[in-house]
């Protein structure tokens, strides 16, 4: 397999929800490629996503809103979000880029975007808390890799 077909390898089970980085920057150490290369592939590929996780979950969520019969799902995230709104106002942003930068499954850009939605986020946000979080999550993968290197030789 040829240099280039790796890193495009990379890059889509970087877009993939659950793996994201997580799985690609792992696959990259056992090709044995440059880990400078990996880290930024995997950190771009894995941003990707954002925008269209983004639109996608914004306009479930007024759809959601919209449908009568689905009120008892709006009234359900309504509660939860109002329960909790005093942390989620003093500390979404910070909560958010903790939650993205954490490298384990269901934690990521996709999952992390999706909450943004119903936090009501703005885009220029929720982009620069995905942003953070998947540069904490690289690196911490990346060192990972790097510090564990009997793992991943061929």
Known sequence: MNLLTKYMIMIIISLTPILEQRGAIIYGFTQGLNPFLIFITTYIGSLIPVPLVFVFFTKMMEFIYKVPSLHWFSNFIDNKINKNKDHFVKYKEIGLITFIGIPLPMTGVYTGTAIATV????????????????????????????????????
């Open 119 to 154: 936090l009501k986020l703005d885009f220029k946000k929720v982009m620069l808390c995905a942003a953070f979080g998947a540069l904490i999550s690289s690196s911490l993968v990346t060192l990972g890799c790097v510090f564990v290197p009997a793992l991943f030789i061929k």
